[in-house]
C-alpha cells in the first residue's frame, strides 16, 4: 500500500443549504458531501476529513480549512480539480496543499476569524435572507464600539456560550472586533484564538441589543463576570455568520 500522505485545503460554501458542518444522521452536511466526493475519487474506499471547527445549519465559509489523508499518486492541481467537479456548486476547494504528517486543522489553528453581516434596511429583502440578519431598527454605533471594546482581550465567556458546549474550560481571548458600517449593511469581524459554540452568534446578538438601547455598554462587564447565559442577549441568526479565515504558524 503506498504511503499516505496528508492534504490541507482551504474549503467556501453556501450553508444555507447545509444542516451544518458535522455529519448527521439526517440532513445534508458539508463533511458528508467532501466524504462523499472524496470515496469517488478513492473507488468507493472512505476517507475522513477533519475540520478546523463546526459550523450550524445556515452558517457560512469563506475560509474553512480541513485535513485528510490519502495514498493517491496526484498533483494537488489534479486533486483541487477532480474534488470540485464532483462537489456541488454550494461548496469549492478553494486552495490545496500538501503538508506534514502531523498536520492537524483544528488543534494547530491559532486563529480564528469570523464575519457577521447584518442589514437595517426597513424593508426585508428575499435576495439578502440567507445572507445576512435583518435588523430594521435604529442603531448607535458608538455605544455598539464601546461595548466591544470590554469584549476584547482574555475572559471567562460562559454568558456568551450555548449550553449546549461541551467543553468545560470557557476561557477564551478575543484579539479585536471591528464594526464597519457599509451603507445599509453593518460587518462585524471579530477575531480570537478560538469560540465557543454560538459565541460569535450571542456577541453580536448583545451588541445589536446595546446599539439599539436595550442594554448600556458598560453592562457587559456584568454579564461576563455574572458567568451564566440568561444574562446576555439573544443569539443572533445564523445566515449572517461566516468563517472567514482560519490561521496556523508558519
Known amino acids: ?40 475519487m478513492h ?11 463546526r459550523t450550524d445549519a445556515g452558517v457560512h465559509a469563506k475560509g474553512q480549512v480541513i485535513h485528510f489523508d490519502s495514498p493517491l499518486q496526484i498533483s494537488v492541481e489534479q486533486w483541487k480539480k477532480g474534488l470540485n467537479a464532483l462537489l456541488s456548486h454550494e461548496l469549492v476547494i478553494m486552495n490545496l496543499e500538501k503538508v506534514a504528517s502531523n498536520f492537524h486543522a483544528r488543534f494547530d489553528a491559532t486563529e480564528k476569524t469570523y464575519v457577521y453581516k447584518v442589514y437595517t434596511q426597513k424593508t426585508r429583502d428575499p435576495f439578502r435572507y440567507h445572507y445576512a440578519t435583518h435588523y430594521p431598527f435604529s442603531l448607535n454605533l458608538d455605544q455598539i464600539e464601546l461595548a466591544a471594546n470590554y469584549l476584547v482581550g482574555t475572559h471567562d465567556f460562559t454568558s456568551f456560550c450555548s449550553a449546549k458546549a461541551e467543553v468545560l474550560n470557557k476561557v477564551r481571548t478575543v484579539r479585536e472586533i471591528k464594526l464597519e458600517n457599509m451603507r445599509d449593511e453593518l460587518i462585524f469581524t471579530i477575531t480570537g484564538s478560538g469560540f465557543l459554540h ?53
Do not use: H
Open 43 to 53: 473507488k468507493s474506499e472512505i476517507v475522513k476529513i477533519v475540520g478546523s471547527g
Open 198 to 250: 454560538n459565541m460569535v452568534r450571542i456577541i453580536v446578538g448583545t451588541l445589536l441589543e446595546v446599539g439599539s438601547g436595550k442594554r448600556n455598554a458598560s453592562d457587559i462587564l456584568g454579564i461576563l463576570q455574572g458567568c451564566d447565559r440568561q444574562l446576555a442577549g439573544k443569539t443572533a441568526p445564523p445566515q449572517g455568520l461566516y468563517l472567514w479565515k482560519v490561521e496556523y504558524n508558519g
Open 1 to 40: 500500500m503506498a504511503e499516505l500522505q496528508r492534504y490541507k485545503a482551504v474549503i467556501s460554501y453556501d450553508g444555507s443549504a447545509f444542516s451544518g458542518f458535522q455529519i448527521q444522521p439526517n440532513g445534508r452536511t458539508i463533511q458528508a458531501e467532501l466524504e462523499k466526493a472524496l470515496a469517488k
